[in-house]
């Protein structure tokens, strides 16, 4: 028996007490606690920086914090090593193209026909480009801006359309007695390669009402009154900001990235798209 007593420091009387802490491999949704802070969030995002990964953890006010991974976490009261999460499998690749066309993969953009399709605006471009993008550049066709309808008959001099220089128009709100329908027939009428030009539309005032309304949380678009400018009032149907050129320009985009393939369009719109496709593509393919 040692009268003195063992070495205190031969043994930890804590150890028993202090929980050991276990690795956690991240997933975006967790609920952290950093033990530090206490602050306590949802992971919503991981980037990495300087050789460090960090996480953004929100909270349920809304607000957002980073953290570096590692110890100093807990989960449920238990202390806890963060790892990054795994890298995600790479996606198979798609069979269709978001115009339904059956993908062929990595394909070359042939260098652009003198014949164009021609739309209106900017918005009818960009939702253009996202659906059928893909094909028109392996097909080598460019999309060009009238900047409205207004401008066609100029446009249409300029351009002299004739064999193997086809124009294919797409024209929004082109129904009976529109505004837009007279324009057309007059640029049209005794035109120079009037065989050589096509022009199509859709019912809609503006292209967007071509998206399905269910893509943006809606059952039908909204009857916009013809004195608001017919943006401004969608946009504030919805609840987006809409003061200026800087809030459409945004609340376009909101929409836009709802837009995933043709599924998400109006049939009005998707079939005058392949129409004016297969015009202005016959040339190279012998078509009627």
Same mark, same amino acid.
């Given at each position: 028996?040692?009268?003195?007593?063992?070495?205190?420091?031969?043994?930890?009387?804590?150890?028993?007490?202090?929980?050991?802490?276990?690795?956690?491999?991240?997933?975006?949704?967790?609920?952290?606690?950093?033990?530090?802070?206490?602050?306590?969030?949802?992971?919503?995002?991981?980037? &990495?920086?300087?050789?460090?990964?960090?996480?953004? $953890?929100?909270?349920?006010? +809304? #607000?957002?914090?980073?953290?570096? /991974? !590692?110890?100093?976490?807990?989960?449920?009261?238990?202390?806890?090593?963060?790892?990054?999460?795994?890298?995600?499998?790479?996606?198979?690749?798609?069979?269709?193209?978001?115009?339904?066309?059956?993908?062929?993969?990595?394909?070359?953009?042939?260098?652009?026909?003198?014949?164009?399709?021609?739309?209106?605006?900017?918005?009818?471009?960009?939702?253009?480009?996202?659906?059928?993008?893909?094909?028109?550049?392996?097909?080598?066709?460019?999309?060009?801006?009238?900047?409205?309808?207004?401008?066609?008959?100029?446009?249409?001099?300029?351009?002299?359309?004739?064999?193997?220089?086809?124009?294919?128009?797409?024209?929004?709100?082109?129904?009976?007695?529109? &505004?837009?329908?007279?324009?057309?027939?007059?640029? $049209?009428?005794?035109?120079? +390669? #009037?065989?050589?030009?096509?022009? /199509? !539309?859709?019912?809609?005032?503006?292209?967007?009402?071509?998206?399905?309304?269910?893509?943006?949380?809606?059952?039908?678009?909204?009857?916009?009154?013809?004195?608001?400018?017919?943006?401004?009032?969608?946009?504030?149907?919805?609840?987006?900001?809409?003061?200026?050129?800087?809030?459409?320009?945004?609340?376009?985009?909101?929409?836009?990235?709802?837009?995933?393939?043709?599924?998400?369009?109006?049939?009005?719109?998707?079939?005058?798209?392949?129409?004016?496709?297969?015009?202005?593509?016959?040339?190279?393919?012998?078509?009627?």
């Amino acid at each position: 028996m040692d009268r003195y007593g063992t070495n205190i420091f031969d043994s930890d009387p804590h150890a028993s007490r202090r929980p050991a802490s276990r690795q956690h491999q991240l997933s975006l949704g967790d609920v952290l606690e950093d033990a530090e802070t206490g602050w306590v969030g949802a992971a919503i995002r991981v980037e &990495k920086s300087g050789g460090v990964h960090l996480v953004d $953890l929100e909270d349920r006010h +809304g #607000r957002i914090r980073s953290f570096p /991974l !590692g110890p100093g976490f807990l989960i449920d009261g238990s202390p806890v090593i963060v790892t990054p999460p795994s890298a995600p499998a790479a996606p198979a690749a798609p069979t269709r193209t978001a115009s339904g066309s059956r993908a062929t993969g990595p394909r070359a953009a042939q260098v652009a026909l003198p014949s164009r399709i021609w739309v209106e605006g900017r918005h009818d471009a960009d939702l253009i480009q996202k659906v059928w993008g893909e094909d028109l550049a392996y097909d080598g066709v460019a999309v060009d801006l009238l900047e409205g309808v207004d401008n066609l008959a100029a446009m249409l001099r300029d351009f002299s359309p004739g064999p193997g220089r086809r124009v294919g128009v797409l024209v929004d709100h082109f129904v009976a007695g529109s &505004k837009e329908t007279r324009l057309v027939n007059d640029a $049209l009428a005794k035109l120079p +390669g #009037r065989d050589h030009v096509l022009v /199509l !539309g859709h019912p809609y005032v503006d292209v967007w009402q071509a998206i399905k309304p269910e893509r943006v949380g809606l059952t039908s678009w909204p009857e916009i009154p013809r004195h608001i400018d017919i943006k401004v009032g969608t946009l504030q149907a919805l609840g987006l900001p809409h003061a200026n050129q800087a809030d459409i320009a945004r609340g376009w985009r909101a929409i836009l990235a709802r837009v995933r393939t043709y599924a998400d369009l109006e049939p009005s719109l998707i079939g005058r798209m392949e129409e004016l496709i297969d015009f202005v593509l016959a040339d190279r393919y012998g078509q009627d």
